[in-house]
């Protein structure tokens, strides 16, 4: 009786450690506004957690008799998680409106959440929290050094801007400006509004990352001819 007492707390701190380490996930993800958040993590974490102890202790503890020796893989379960856990990341990744693919660093947050209940579940205690300790700081810290000391085309985010000029000679106008800003153009557009003596300029472009969207915008808005500017980043 006592032995199982005992294996119940170590289960139960089992749980406890993956519900924290889920939680530290989550909340990363939560301060960014993310779709993976605190209890999307929580319950990857502590059922990834659950269904690798219920693994390794069917494993020890399958009923059989003194005629049939039954051998179980102890992680057989617990690698279908990591198989199963796609579909989760999968609903994250959206294709947005100016073809950018977005979502995948909480895509792979909530693989990483499955695997860290699964580290816990099977009794890595140490590893886990290494582990998330290298997440957070692989997400947090490292994309703050490499802008700050990094080659130059990292220190670069895509945009796409939209400017309506209100005529033709807006278009050169405003062309020449963004080059001269130093804004690398990689694909532009020019449509006629119907109806309107206006036209439409998109262009998709890389730009410095210490500049800042609303800095941008001030920035296209004061150029001559401009009548609407609209950034997506």
């Known amino acids: 009786m006592e032995w199982l007492q005992l294996a119940d707390i170590e289960m139960?701190?089992?749980?406890?450690?993956?519900?924290?380490?889920g939680l530290v996930i989550g909340l990363e993800r939560?301060?960014?506004?993310?779709?993976?958040?605190l209890k999307t993590s929580l319950v990857i974490s502590i059922i990834s957690c659950l269904l690798t102890i219920v693994s390794v202790e069917a494993a020890y503890t399958f009923p059989g008799s003194e005629d049939v020796r039954i051998q179980m893989d102890p992680?057989?379960?617990?690698?279908?998680?990591?198989?199963?856990?796609?579909f989760l990341g999968a609903g994250v990744i959206l294709r947005r409106d100016n073809e950018r693919i977005s979502g995948l660093t909480t895509a792979a947050m909530i693989?990483?959440?499955?695997?860290?209940?699964?580290?816990?579940g099977a009794g890595f205690y140490i590893e886990a929290v290494f582990g998330v300790l290298l997440l957070l700081i692989g997400v947090e810290l490292i994309p703050l050094l490499v802008i700050r000391f990094g080659p130059k085309h990292?220190?670069?985010?895509?945009?796409?801007?939209?400017?309506i000029v209100s005529q033709p000679k807006g278009i050169e106008t405003v062309m020449d400006e963004l080059k001269r800003q130093k804004f690398f153009i990689s694909q532009s557009r020019i449509k006629d509004l119907q109806g309107e003596e206006q036209q439409l300029i998109e262009v998709k472009t890389r730009v410095n990352v210490r500049h800042s969207v609303p800095q941008i915008y001030t920035m296209i808005k004061k150029i001559d001819y401009v009548q609407n500017v609209e950034i997506i980043s």
């Open 30 to 37: 939560e301060l960014k506004r993310k779709p993976l958040g």
């Open 154 to 163: 990292l220190k670069r985010r895509d945009l796409t801007i939209r400017v």
């Open 12 to 21: 139960l701190t089992k749980l406890s450690i993956s519900a924290v380490l």
């Open 75 to 86: 992680l057989r379960l617990a690698a279908q998680i990591v198989s199963g856990i796609g």
């Open 111 to 120: 693989w990483g959440a499955a695997g860290i209940g699964i580290a816990v």
